[in-house]
């Protein structure tokens, strides 16, 4: 026998009224919220990118151009993909989060966290072994590592403060376009139902 509760069947009926909602949608505004992750994904590689050059060129850095820039594109696509999809694609598309100003939060500090400033904390522990390994920098003794990498990276986050600031925006703005499209999709009538 099998134990439902009555919350599970109206979570699922509402997810199902959603998804078919959503189908009705025309292909660009469907994609857009089936997608939108991506979109974050490729500014956060952006921003992993900017970081990493950034670092390379404080470090002196010359060598493994490719070793350095793949994990700084890829580590934060993924991780700003997945993070966005399963804190705000997937919780508007199952009724788990229905006000604008909580996606549009939501969307706007994943934004700014995983698609902004960890790929700029990534690229320290990536350019740092890579300048220790190619011995390009003066690296500092046991006692003074937190003091050298926060007086190195200082001027690095000022300069990266356009890129978060441009991440958090356009994660907050896509948020909330994809909340809008969602209410305009569940204000569609139902097909089959039209007289």
Not at 48 to 63: D, E, F, M, P, Q
Not at 114 to 138: C, D, E, M
Not at 163 to 173: D, G, I, N
Request: glycine content about 6%.
């Amino acid at each position: 026998m099998e134990n439902h509760k009555p919350d599970d069947t109206i979570k699922e009926n509402l997810t199902d009224i959603i998804a078919r909602k959503i189908n009705q949608l025309p292909e660009t505004d469907r994609s857009l919220l089936e997608h939108g992750s991506i979109y974050i994904g490729l500014n956060a590689a952006f921003c992993g990118l900017i970081a990493n050059s950034l670092y390379r060129r404080t470090l002196h850095v010359t060598k493994a151009r490719i070793a350095a820039g793949l994990p700084m594109a890829v580590i934060p696509f993924l991780s700003a993909n997945a993070t966005y999809t399963s804190f705000v694609s997937l919780p508007l598309s199952t009724g788990d989060l229905n006000c604008e100003t909580c996606t549009m939060t939501r969307a706007g500090l994943t934004g700014l966290v995983f698609g902004g400033l960890y790929p700029a904390f990534l690229a320290i522990p990536v350019n740092g072994a890579l300048a220790a390994r190619y011995q390009s920098a003066l690296l500092p003794e046991k006692g003074n590592i937190l003091t050298y990498w926060i007086r190195i990276s200082k001027p690095i986050f000022r300069k990266m403060l356009f890129p978060f600031l441009l991440q958090t925006v356009f994660t907050a703005y896509l948020g909330s376009r994809q909340y809008k499209l969602l209410i305009t999709a569940l204000q569609l009538p139902e097909l089959g139902l039209e007289n």
